[in-house]
T-cell receptor, first 116, second 111 residues
Framework: NAGVTQTPKFQVLKTGQSMTLQCAQDMNHEYMSWYRQDPGMGLRLIHYSVGAGITDQGEVPNGYNVSRSTTEDFPLRLLSAAPSQTSVYFC???????????????FGPGTRLTVT | GIQVEQSPPDLILQEGANSTLRCNFSDSVNNLQWFHQNPWGQLINLFYIPSGTKQNGRLSATTVATERYSLLYISSSQTTDSGVYFCAVELGSGNTGKLIFGQGTTLQVKP
């Protein structure tokens, strides 16, 4: 299994540009989430999904859109990039089945985004 | 909303020393996880531990849900233990992966 994959690893945008951060998982997990991490801070939840076709907002959803058309993919769209969106973005997935290790989350390697 | 506080914010150890990291949370939770973020930024799940005690090698964790805290123990620390340790919790009656993270404890282990 590749686990959770994210592309691109690095991205530089100009203010006002739009882009999509890709996230995919091959573990057949129902739950997927997007977080952002700013320097010296913990991770903050942007959007999450409990299954294909179902998404909801987290703590900091403004400026971002998501959709979940398949179990495997959960892209994050920046509609009009702003310098305040400069951050490292992490995608995560977890299972509903609560196996031996419970509902542990698996994280992708992150995308480092800079908006100038 | 729920508050998640970790202490200490920073910790410097000599290799071989033991340490205890603490996570306090302000409300009842049904999902508590500990993560290690290595110096390259990768987040690794260490424990899913909403209550009780678990051990994995040199690491162990205990959550006392009724008193709203969790502890992560690192014994015989190694330089590879360096990085940031996060605890994260979820409110509510289900487990949806909707985690609220603490600010983290930055650990540096010196050789």
């Amino acid at each position: 299994n590749a686990g959770v994959t994210q592309t691109p690893k690095f991205q530089v945008l100009k203010t006002g540009q739009s882009m999509t951060l890709q996230c995919a998982q091959d573990m057949n997990h129902e739950y997927m989430s997007w977080y952002r991490q700013d320097p010296g801070m913990g991770l903050r939840l942007i959007h999450y999904s409990v299954g294909a076709g179902i998404t909801d907002q987290g703590e900091v959803p403004n400026g971002y859109n998501v959709s979940r058309s398949t179990t495997e993919d959960f892209p994050l769209r920046l509609l009009s990039a702003a310098p305040s969106q400069t951050s490292v973005y992490f995608c995560a997935s977890s299972s509903t089945s609560g196996r031996a290790n419970g509902y542990e989350q698996y994280f992708g390697p992150g995308t480092r985004l800079t908006v100038t | 909303g729920i508050q998640v506080e970790q202490s200490p914010p920073d910790l410097i150890l000599q290799e071989g020393a033991n340490s205890t990291l603490r996570c306090n949370f302000s409300d009842s939770v049904n999902n508590l996880q500990w993560f290690h973020q290595n110096p390259w930024g990768q987040l690794i799940n260490l424990f899913y531990i909403p209550s009780g005690t678990k051990q994995n090698g040199r690491l162990s964790a205990t959550t006392v849900a009724t008193e709203r805290y969790s502890l992560l123990y690192i014994s015989s620390s190694q330089t590879t233990d360096s990085g940031v340790y996060f605890c994260a919790v979820e409110l509510g009656s289900g487990n949806t992966g909707k985690l609220i993270f603490g600010q983290g404890t930055t650990l540096q282990v010196k050789p």
